[in-house]
């Protein structure tokens, strides 16, 4: 079993940065492919970057590209997420995931609001 827990989200302003992190315990493998998704009120969880665990391949979505920058930080068990550049339309809660042979792990999420 995996355990995800988020930080990092808070208020920023339209053009502003913020790094969420995500603490990974549990049973960790270089198998695994670690995502980070949103879900804004009143809409579905989008796909926003995902790395894998060996940090052998990235990808993202269209909206984040060239804005967002997903890492991995070994010593720390941890991920990252560098968003720049944020817009109103990134205001959501952020959640990581870790997509395993097992069925997918989630954490509790974070919140980011970005103020016009």
């Known amino acids: 079993q995996v355990q995800l827990v988020e930080s990092g989200g808070g208020l920023v302003q339209t053009g502003g940065s913020l790094r969420l992190s995500c603490a990974a315990s549990?049973?960790?493998?270089?198998?695994?492919?670690m995502g980070w998704f949103r879900q804004a009120p009143g809409k579905d969880r989008e796909f926003v970057a995902a790395?894998?665990?060996?940090?052998?391949?990235?990808s993202y979505a269209d909206s984040v590209k060239g804005r967002f920058t997903i890492s991995v930080d070994y010593a720390k068990n941890t991920v990252y997420l560098q968003m720049n550049s944020l817009k109103p339309e990134d205001t959501a809660v952020y959640y990581c995931?870790?997509?395993?042979?097992?069925?997918?792990?989630w954490g509790q999420g974070t919140e980011v609001t970005v103020s016009s």
């Open positions: 790395i894998n665990w060996s940090g052998s391949g990235t």
């Open positions: 995931n870790a997509a395993t042979a097992r069925g997918p792990y």
């Open positions: 549990g049973r960790t493998s270089s198998s695994y492919v």
